[in-house]
């Protein structure tokens, strides 16, 4: 199983895309016999220029995507430039896991309750502030610009950005290279900037190229929060994958290539400007310039970072106070009684779905933990580190766009007669939960003492014996810390499951997705919030393992 486990880990997340990507591209040249397709042509992209708004629809996806991770990226390096080795650095740095277990279908549900005309935000300042005694006639949420829907993403990515930042930072002699720079008389925050962000960008550049790739190509946050006249181009491919008319999905397969390139293009816009930074930075570098009259930027971007995490948790509130909301009208702050009905009117759809989303999520994690140990097991016995190439493709699923693979993967699993089924489901969620469960772990993995596996192996202990009886046991937190990680990322896949689910298996995140449209804001927020309650649930079981498993013997 150790010696097999890097063949089956590359199996498993890059078998499913290359095959997906292969399973897109045929059809979208016109190639899919079971639909009558058997010549290759290209008059899919022809049919696919003529649909109306597409070009619109195009634009959206990617300057949304661009402008939401720029947003993301410049609030994370602002404010650890200008907080680092601060109280209140510190702070935020032990508050910013819960955020990044929360998934993006409740933080869009959680943002568009607080944004909406009617929502809490309009309700906490009427009619004192605003004068209103009704909801304005503002298009506040679903704007035709996407600004909504890039904000939303932009409160998403910020904390996996951050988190991905101190990982980076933690190779690093941080604190030694800003001492330095105050001694030559920088202020903190342009010393950080021009000393300490040249060297830990180099290993952002993967996780903000997954960013890319999934602000331009999203659809739950899409559905919620952006426009609908036109929609952005992944929640259009989805519709015409799903249309009644299987011909559509000729169209569709097209426009899934489409959106690979709309990911790849903003790679190569954002690769584009690091290259114009990198040619104004120098000179201002050189300059030797100290950074006087730093403290109104540091004040703007620890202010931005407030504002930021304040908005994410007025959203996730919203969700508490609807769910529980008895009648409430506007501009009323709070509902005028507390009632459980719409967990009442939940009832057995709300358990199903919760009972689906954790046997699935237990499953996957499950399967890629024991992969992920293994393949690093390997590593430690074989006393060799992969290099850069292995990065890459463990960032191969979070880079290509799910809605450019993940079609061509369901055509493969009807051809298989797997197609929705439990097992497709698991599997698909494997394919993004396998990443993230090996980036949280190789860290700690590789840096624990060897030394204590040479003594064990001294005192004639076989190297699964050692694995089993000292590594695990000391390394449970990690390993707990991991496993949590990836269960928060199988609750909040949406795509995976819709795809190969067949709209069979329903988990809290395709249920969230497709009551939005109902307009019953209680029992959306009863999804939402369980949708919380199950990541948080599974870092406060990975503590009290990691406490148990961790104790000496």
Known sequence: MIRLAPVLAVLVMIGPVAAGLVGTVLPALGWLPVLGGDTVSLDTFRALRAEPGLWTSAWLS???GLGSTAAAFCLTVGFTAAAQDTRLFRAVSRL????????????????????????????LLSPWATGWERPPDLLIVQDPHGLSLAL???????????????????????????????????????????AVLPQVYPRLRLPIFAVLAFATSTVDMAILLGPTTPAPLAVRVVQWMGDPDLTRRFVGSAGAVLQAGIAL???ALWVAAERLVIVLGRPWIRAGGRGRGEGVWRALTVTAMGAAGAMAALS????????????????????????????????????????????VALAATALALALVVACLERETRLGARPGRPVDWLLYTPLIVPQVAFLFGVQVLLILGHLDGGWLAVVWSHLVFVLPYVFLSLAGAWRRFDARYIAVARSL???????????????????????????????????????????????????????????????????????QIALPLAGFSLAGLA?????RPR
């Open 460 to 530: 004639g202990r076989s190297p699964t014996a050692v694995l089993f009886s000292v590594t695990l046991p000391m390394l449970a937190r990690p390993v707990a810390t991991a496993a949590a990680i990836g269960a928060a990322v199988s609750v909040a896949l949406y795509l995976p499951t819709l795809f190969a689910g067949a709209g069979r298996i329903e988990t809290l995140t395709t249920e969230a997705v497709a009551r939005a449209s109902s307009g019953d804001r209680r029992v959306i927020a009863t999804y939402g919030l369980l």
């Open 546 to 550: 990691a406490r148990r498993f961790s």
């Open 62 to 64: 990617l300057s949304v």
């Open 152 to 194: 939303g993403l932009m409160l998403k990515e910020t904390p996996f950005l951050f988190v991905m930042l101190l990982a980076g930072l933690d190779s690093l002699p941080a604190r030694r290279i800003l001492a330095t720079t105050r001694s030559l008389g920088y202020r903190p925050m342009t010393g950080w900037l021009k």
């Open 265 to 267: 293009a903003s790679i």
């Open 316 to 359: 996730l509130l919203s969700l508490a106070v609807w769910s529980v909301a008895g009648p409430w009208r506007f501009p009323d702050a709070l509902p005028a009684a507390v009632s459980v009905q719409g967990w009442m009117r939940g009832g057995a759809d709300l358990v199903s779905a919760a009972g689906a989303t954790v046997t």
């Open 96 to 123: 910013i896991s819960p955020l990044l277990s929360v998934p993006h279908v409740t933080l869009a549900i959680g943002l568009a309750f607080l944004m909406a005309p009617s929502g809490w935000a309009a309700r």
